[in-house]
């Protein structure tokens, strides 16, 4: 049972480059999202989808893009590396919103952008 | 708007002893209250989950508690060993906003063998 499955774990990009880090689930999770882990600064939620098609906003989308075609899988495109970029992703999963849901996360992706 | 806090931020104990883990949170509308280990370099795993209707829940030697109505929770881990050493998260999804976990900033733990 994988769970949730992030590529690659680690990435170094210059400023400037575009980049798409990969998350997939196979616990048929609707809900999926994605977070950056900051010293300091906690996890603070990047974007999230509740299902194929349908994607929004967290507390720091700005130079992130995402979108959703399968259940399974949630990639997270950064379309312009900057040094603000540099932290620690990680992907979650979890059946549904709601009261009872628990969440399960990827091992995640250390990205240093120089 | 939810806040989590996490005390104390570290925490050093030696190996056998029974430990308390805290959490608060400001807004009791929530679903859930999820406990996190967090091994350096490594990524969350899911300890406990406890719903909003629920007091406590317990898993092995860790136990966890929920005061909804006071916005505080405990992780108590009994007999604590060097593999507990690891950071402790907790978090919260609320009522008003579901689709996103609150955490804390985490505990720090160090168990001394």
Request: neutral net charge; contains cysteine.
């Amino acid at each position: 049972n994988a769970g949730v499955t992030q590529t690659p774990k680690f990435q170094v990009l210059k400023t400037g480059q575009s980049m798409t880090l990969q998350c997939a689930q196979d616990m048929n999770h609707e809900y999926m999202s994605w977070y950056r882990q900051d010293p300091g600064m906690g996890l603070r939620l990047i974007h999230y989808s509740v299902g194929a098609g349908i994607t929004d906003q967290g507390e720091v989308p700005n130079g992130y893009n995402v979108s959703r075609s399968t259940t399974e899988d949630f990639p997270l495109r950064l379309l312009s590396a900057a040094p603000s970029q540099t932290s620690v992703y990680f992907c979650a999963s979890s059946y549904s919103p709601g009261v009872g849901t628990e969440a399960f996360f990827g091992q995640g992706t250390r990205l240093t952008v120089v | 708007k939810q806040e989590v806090t996490q005390i104390p931020a570290a925490l050093s104990v030696p190996e056998g002893e029974n430990l308390v883990l805290n959490c608060s949170f400001t807004d009791s509308a929530i679903y859930n209250l999820q406990w996190f280990r967090q091994d350096p370099g490594k990524g969350l795993t899911s300890l406990l989950l406890i719903q909003s209707s629920q007091r406590e829940q317990t898993s092995g030697r860790l136990n966890a508690s929920l005061d909804k109505s006071s916005g505080r929770s405990t992780l108590y881990i009994a007999a604590s060993q060097p593999g507990d050493s690891a950071t402790y998260l907790c978090a919260v999804s609320g009522v008003d906003s579901s689709y996103k976990l609150i955490f804390g900033s985490g505990t720090r733990l160090l168990v001394r063998p």
